[in-house]
């Protein structure tokens, strides 16, 4: 390289995401996967031979288990492995892993080769990820550090059915990487088959990430980044690797295989361990297990209970609802927001006029209430009481400026928007008879101003309602005042009735 050039980098991403399947039941034992609902979760409270991992147990397959990583496969449009899919032993040891290995799937996933359409508001753009693999697993137990130099251990997770997803090297930005881990956390809750909470531990993401001499094909050395605990951490750990990566390029140094935690108070990453390979886990099948032949009936089955996805909904919202395609990604961006926006259609709104209070006034109040984990579906106002504020707009009853400060009321107390338009007096004037007397008001007011705009200066229209507008204090219909006002100026009317 000259002395003075710069090389450019091309940044080059892979997903790994750990979701917990919605099963009542463990992977492997009846055990189940949360407290009953009012009981506290004690540790070890929801455990047994099985899950303990004690010699001579035999680990029954868990069929819902199956079924949710083949409904994930089949929205993920992968490819389903119809025959004998084994579980395989991952070997390894650590003290939250009882039996000294984990059951997975290794040589033949589940599914695999499928893709997932994720849209990158930050980017302007839409990309295509590869997904390499959607496969079954079981949990770990967890490990706590009790202090004083030792540490305990509860079982309670351990066993409990886990979905690993993997994309290919698809990923060009830490941005995009975000997006995937958003579209695809949108995707599974769509799909009921992971709560996919990254604060509650149900879904967890790891990226690796490599740079590459833009333009080439080849991959760079490969980091693993950990410790994840939201999309926010994700993307911005990567960014820090990308910049450390570029720096260390820059100077000539080469780059360890290995993998890193994120530290999120220092907003760096920090080595944990050098990359093990794929055979340092000494895989083999599973003998306590049959192979798994999901048949063609159960998949299509599966199949048949997919519910509409998140791209099948934009594309529905742009070609049959006329939206256009900001609006629809807004919308689909989140299942309860689009949800929502159907029912305030089918309550009778045309598809453009929701679109334009759902992605406006109505998503504003709902950021202000992020912070409190709202979703649509938790909004005290439900889609008919919107339909409803909507339906008073458009038939001229309410002008579009009260309207927001109605919503803004009843957003939150979920009361009837004609309710709360009566009780405080917001409804717009389309009385003839009062807005006519303000016209008249106005036209004798300012003498001046008719005869300019009858001698041409149109423009001054605008002051004229303006001054009606304000003598009925904002409450008259705009567009009758404006059409009357014009009338009664062009019929050479004066004010003096
Ligand atoms: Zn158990």
């Known amino acids: 390289m000259a002395v003075g050039t710069r090389v450019e980098y091309e940044t080059v991403i892979g997903i790994e995401v750990h979701a917990q399947l919605r099963t009542q039941s463990k992977m492997f034992c009846p055990c189940p996967t949360a407290p009953a609902e009012g009981v506290a979760d004690e540790p070890n409270s929801r455990v ?13 397959i868990n069929r819902r288990a199956v079924e949710l990583v083949l409904l994930t496969g089949l929205a993920l449009e992968c490819r389903v492995e119809t025959d004998a899919v ?31 359409a994720v849209v990158v508001p930050s980017e302007g753009a839409e990309v295509t990820i590869r997904i390499t693999r959607a496969h079954l697993e079981e949990d770990t137990a967890r490990l706590q550090h009790a202090g004083r130099g030792f540490s305990v251990v509860d079982f309670n997770r351990a066993g409990v059915p886990l979905m690993e997803i993997v994309t290919e090297p698809d990923l060009r ?10 579209t695809l956390r949108e995707l599974l809750r769509a799909i009921g088959a992971s709560n996919a909470d990254m604060e509650a531990g149900s ?25 994840l605990n939201s999309f926010r951490s994700l993307e911005r750990a990567l960014t820090y690797e990308v910049a450390r990566h570029a720096e260390a390029l820059d100077r000539g140094d080469t780059l360890a295989q290995e993998t890193r935690g994120w530290d999120e108070e220092r907003g760096r990453t920090i080595v944990q361990r050098s990359k093990e390979e794929a055979n340092d886990y000494r895989y083999f099948p599973e003998p306590d297990l ?67 209070w759902m992605t406006g006034e109505f998503s504003r109040l709902l950021n202000q ?27 001229g009853r309410i002008s579009s400026t ?13 009361e009837s928007p004609r309710a709360v338009i009566l009780r405080e007096g917001l409804g717009q004037v389309s009385d003839s008879g009062a807005i006519g007397s303000a016209i008249d008001a106005v036209l004798a007011a300012f003498p001046g101003q008719v005869d300019e705009y ?41 004010g003096e009735s």
């Not at 939250?96 to 290794?106: A, C, F, N, W």
């Not at 209970?305 to 256009?324: V, W």
């Not at 009260?402 to 919503?407: D, E, F, G, M, W």
């Open 402 to 414: 009260n309207a927001k400060s109605v919503l803004a009321t009843v957003f939150e107390s979920g």
């Open 454 to 494: 009858r001698a041409g200066k149109s423009q001054l229209l605008g002051f004229l309602v303006g001054q009606v507008m304000k003598r009925m204090a904002g409450r008259a219909d705009a567009r009758l005042v404006n059409e009357e006002l014009r009338r009664r100026l062009e019929a050479g009317e004066a």
């Open 86 to 116: 084994r579980f395989e032993r991952k070997n390894y040891f650590y003290p939250d892993l009882p039996k000294g290995y984990q059951i997975s799937q290794y040589a033949l996933p589940l599914t695999s080769n499928g893709r997932l």
């Open 203 to 227: 879904m967890r993401i790891e990226g690796n990430v490599s740079l590459r001499p833009a333009g080439s094909t080849g991959l760079g050395t490969k980091v693993e980044v950990k410790n």
């Open 48 to 60: 047994c031979p099985i899950c303990l991992g004690m010699p001579g147990t035999l680990p029954v």
């Open 173 to 182: 930005s830490p941005a995009q990487a975000r997006a995937y881990g958003e």
């Open 290 to 356: 049959p192979p798994l032949r999901p048949s063609e009936a159960w998949v299509a089955q599966v199949r048949a209970g997919l519910p509409e996805l998140p791209a099948g909904r934009r594309e529905r919202y742009t070609a049959q609802l006329g939206l256009s395609a900001y609006d629809a990604g807004v919308l689909t961006a989140n299942a309860t927001l689009a949800a929502y926006f159907d029912a305030v259609v089918e309550a009778g709104i045309a598809p453009k006029g929701a679109a334009n």
């Open 369 to 395: 209430h992020a912070a409190d984990g709202l979703h649509a579906d938790g909004v005290a106002l439900r889609p008919e009481g919107l339909a409803e504020l909507i339906g008073e707009v458009e038939a």
